[in-house]
T-cell receptor
C-alpha cells in the first residue's frame, strides 16, 4: 500500500525563484494537510483540504504561499517569490475523518 | 490560542528502563490526543490515539494516559530499547474536525 508521496525530496533554489512542492495522498483519504517544520517553531499546520476544498488556510504565512488541490490524488504548495526564511521541511499528510494522519517524508527546502 | 508543551527537548534513558514523556496543554479542551514518532529525515508516524473519555490506552510496550483535569498526557515506553530512540510528538485536534496542533517534541535516546 503506497503511502503519501511527496516530491521533490530536496530542493535548493535562489531567493526570488518560484518553488512548487507536490503531494499525492493515500487513495481514499478525503483530508489533506500541508505542514512546515523548523527547529524554532516545530511542526505548523499551513492549510488543509477536505474533498479537495480548502477548509482552513489561516496558517499560510503570507500571500507568497498558495496551495491547490485540483483532484483527489494531487496537491501543490507554491511559494512565489521564495525567501531564505522559507527554508524548512514541508510535509504533506492525509487522513480519513477523525482518523490518524499519514505523513509523507517531506521536502527539505533551502532558499539561498 | 492553544499552547502545547512537551516536558523536555531531550531525554536520555538506559536500555530496559521505562521512558516517560509529558505533554501539557492550555487554553483548550481537545476531544482526543495523539502521539506520533518521528525519525530523522522522515515524516511523523502515528502511534496511539486517546479520547477525552478514556483514561488510559495501551499498545504493546506503549501506554498513554490522558488527564483532562490536569490538561496533561503521559506517554510511557516500557522495557525501552535503542530502537525506540526517536523524537516523540503529541498532537491535539484543533477547532476543525481533523486539524492537529503539534507539540515541539521530545527527543528520546535509549542508551545500550
Amino acid at each position: 500500500d503506497a503511502g503519501v508521496i511527496q516530491s521533490p525530496r530536496h530542493e535548493v533554489t535562489e531567493m526570488g525563484q518560484e518553488v512548487t512542492l507536490r503531494c499525492k495522498p493515500i487513495s481514499g483519504h478525503d483530508y489533506l494537510f500541508w505542514y512546515r517544520q523548523t527547529m524554532m517553531r516545530g511542526l505548523e499546520l499551513l492549510i488543509y483540504f477536505n474533498n479537495n476544498v480548502p477548509i482552513d488556510d489561516s496558517g499560510m504565512p503570507e500571500d507568497r504561499f498558495s496551495a491547490k488541490m485540483p483532484n483527489a490524488s494531487f496537491s501543490t504548495l507554491k511559494i512565489q517569490p521564495s525567501e531564505p526564511r522559507d527554508s524548512a521541511v514541508y510535509f504533506c499528510a492525509s487522513s480519513r475523518f477523525e482518523q490518524p494522519q499519514h505523513f509523507g517524508d517531506g521536502t527539505r527546502l533551502s532558499i539561498l | 490560542s492553544q499552547k502545547i508543551e512537551q516536558n523536555s527537548e531531550a531525554l536520555n534513558i538506559q536500555e530496559g528502563k521505562t521512558a516517560t514523556l509529558t505533554c501539557n496543554y492550555t487554553n483548550y479542551s481537545p476531544a482526543y490526543l495523539q502521539w506520533y514518532r518521528q525519525d530523522p529525515g522522515r515524516g511523523p508516524v502515528f502511534l496511539l490515539l486517546i479520547r477525552e473519555n478514556e483514561k488510559e490506552k495501551r499498545k504493546e510496550r506503549l501506554k498513554v494516559t490522558f488527564d483532562t483535569t490536569l490538561k496533561q498526557s503521559l506517554f510511557h515506553i516500557t522495557a525501552s530499547q535503542p530502537a525506540d530512540s526517536a523524537t516523540y510528538l503529541c498532537a491535539l485536534v484543533g477547532g476543525g474536525a481533523n486539524n492537529l496542533f503539534f507539540g515541539t517534541g521530545t527527543r528520546l535516546t535509549v542508551i545500550p
